[in-house]
């Protein structure tokens, strides 16, 4: 029966001990104790949201440095594209130039060629002409005493001066 | 770092319990050939005394004595236990501030102003002598103070070593202690109670969990001879008042409903209810009482037992079976020790949690 009767004197005890002990360990230990524990919650708490904040800015960082990356490519591209075709077009007008000038050129050539001809036939023409006169006197002092044969004889030289 | 310091505490109390149980038993037991009677040897260890014994019986024994302090129609009476000279019989009368004293079974009767002579009825209780209000400073008493001292120089020196630190980084007894506060905090307190309102009972949860549970390993050191505070019922009561107390203040308009007029129910059963209710409220705490109490107070019990078996059978051959079921019940008890602090703080928290809890019907 002894066992299971508070005694008054432990009751009185530990009911002071205790109000003393939690007083004390409540101001110099629980406090600062959990004041610490929570201050590094905080902390760890405030570092992993910047660490996630960095994260993302990164992410967007390399998001934004792939476009850009991209852009770059497909500017290359057109440009080099641009430049694949303007080399073609100046090829293109280049031969073509060449063509007209050189078809101009065996025109001008064929003008002058043909020129030459007719003035160098018009020359010739009047140097036939001339030596037909001559021809013509030679014959003409020769064969005068003789009329059928004189008129033969131009006769002749005219059809074979035609000729050429 | 932090489990190899557990780990070697652990390990140390361990020793200390074994190696001490046997020999304090064996001491005290040598030289008498009375026949030994291992229900008074339980319940000797297992009880407050006024005195630390250590070896020897009679006025042979070697004790450590404590203050004894009186209050009786005379006023405060104070004198050391030594006075009556180990005897637990009643038959040494000690006089002081104009009364006469008797210690029977570790109680301290009056004797009635005209006895000479302490008498007993049939069940041994004194028949002409009363019982002073004592507030002596028992074993228990003196394990209570060395305890609260212990928790203080622990708890505040790992407090100033948070001070010490620049960043907060615990160290050395604080990398220690602070998993177990944070337990408290984040296993008893948050989930009990509630995070809005779990800090004002923190400082309350925190004490009575280190107190406890500080107490509950004392008792296993046998070096300490049995003291046995977390097993004494007036110590598990008045930590269990002091949860009802603070229970019955904090509790809100809600838990008051609960009790008196439970919501939801027809009205014949919150008729039904109230009394329960009632009956409820007081039944908490004594619960927690009884439960601390038991489960310490049962361990020893069986520990004491299991020696017992040694001078029930009078051969040493048994000793090995003592020993190792002692010793299996020892390891048992070590958990226990951690686990009865841990029931009697989440109780208390769960009914701080009950009495704040806001309706949500």
Known sequence: MDLITPGIGLVFWTAVTFLILLFILRKFAWKPILGAVSDREEGIKDALASAEKARLEMQNLQADNERILKEARVERETMLKEAREIKAKMIADAKEEAQAQASKMIEQAQTAIESEKKSAMAELKNHVAGLSVEIAEKVVRDELSNKDKQLKLVETMLGEATLN | ?361
């Open chain 2, 1 to 361: 770092m932090t489990l190899s310091t557990f780990k070697s505490v652990l390990f140390s109390v361990l020793f200390l319990a074994i190696s001490t149980t046997g020999f304090a038993l064996e001491n005290k037991e040598s030289g008498e050939d009375e026949k030994f009677d291992p229900k008074e040897m339980i319940l000797h260890h297992v009880k407050d005394a006024h005195g630390f014994h250590l070896w020897g019986e009679g006025h042979d024994a070697v004790s450590i004595p404590l203050p004894v302090i009186l209050w009786t129609d005379n006023g405060l009476t104070t004198f050391m236990s030594s006075a009556f000279h180990h005897d637990d019989s009643g038959k040494e009368i000690v006089s002081a501030n104009g009364g006469k004293f008797v210690k029977v079974h570790e109680k301290i009767y009056q004797l009635n102003d005209d006895a000479t002579a302490v008498t007993f009825d049939e069940e041994h209780h004194p028949t002409n002598a009363v019982k002073p209000l004592n507030f002596s400073i028992t074993r228990n008493v003196l394990m209570l103070f060395v305890s609260a001292l212990l928790l203080i120089v622990l708890f505040v020196s790992a407090a100033r070593s948070y001070a010490k630190s620049k960043d907060g980084v615990p160290t050395g007894l604080a990398g220690f202690l602070e998993p177990l506060v944070v337990f408290v905090r984040d296993e008893i307190a948050r989930p009990m109670i509630g995070e809005h309102k779990y800090k004002k009972y923190m400082p309350y949860l925190l004490t009575i969990f280190f107190f406890i549970w500080i107490n509950n390993i004392f008792g296993l050191i046998p070096i300490l001879n049995g003291a046995n505070l977390s097993g004494n019922i007036a110590f598990t009561a008045t930590l269990a008042i002091f949860t009802f107390i603070i229970t019955t203040l904090s509790g809100n308009a809600n838990y008051w409903k609960h009790i008196f007029w439970m919501p939801g129910v027809p009205v014949p059963m919150k008729i039904f209810l109230m009394p329960i209710e009632i009956i409820g409220m007081f039944v908490k705490p004594i619960s927690l009482m009884i439960r601390l109490f038991a489960n310490i107070t049962a361990g020893h019990v069986i520990i004491l037992a299991l020696m017992s078996l040694i001078f029930v059978f009078k051969t040493v051959a048994i000793a090995p079976v003592s020993v190792g079921f002692s010793l299996f019940i020892t390891v048992i008890e070590i958990i226990v020790t951690a686990i009865q602090a841990y029931i009697f703080t989440i109780l208390s928290a769960l009914y701080f949690g009950m009495a704040t809890e806001e309706a949500h019907h």
